[in-house]
């Protein structure tokens, strides 16, 4: 399992459930990373999708301890402990980690690479991503090129696991 983020300077990744900046390149990557694979999610994540749907091209699968909660498109699993077990019918595509912060938080132990857009700037974000940098089960493995879009600083950075 892989994880892919947008992160702040201060590892901040959203704000009363958005993203902390929107950067068409930065979407783009993360449509080219995961089109054709499949992505885990929290729900509070799925529902920040345009109308709340599922995104075209993936397989979602969407962690929810709520068994009650609905949505089309997606494959659920209820309990974190059966996600190897969800997982299995689709071990020939790669596999992405795509928040929220819980999310992340529960899964980074079992991934293996992280593709991190680092934004240069600092927001005001209520949910953060572990600091890879000052994690040492982690080092930076690529260091992406400084890009701007309407004056917002970013690199595609990747990370991997020691």
Known sequence: MDIIVAVDE???IGKDGDLLQRIS?????????TTGNVLVMGR??????????PL???????????KDYEAE???FCHDITDLPEVLKPYEDKQIFVAGGGTIYKQLLSLCEKA???KIYNTYAADTVF?????????????????????????????YKKK
């Not at 390149?25 to 990373?33: S, W």
């Open 25 to 33: 390149a930065d979407m783009k990557y993360f449509r080219q990373k």
């Open 115 to 117: 593709y991190v857009t």
């Open 73 to 75: 498109g997606v494959v």
């Open 130 to 158: 572990p600091n890879l940098d000052e994690n040492p089960a982690w080092e930076l493995a690529e260091k992406g090129e400084l890009q701007e879009e309407n004056g917002v600083k970013f690199s595609f950075d990747v």
């Open 10 to 12: 201060k590892w901040g």
């Open 56 to 66: 075209p091209n993936r397989v979602n699968i969407v962690l929810t301890t709520n």
């Open 44 to 53: 509070k994540t799925l529902e920040s999708f345009p109308n709340k749907k």
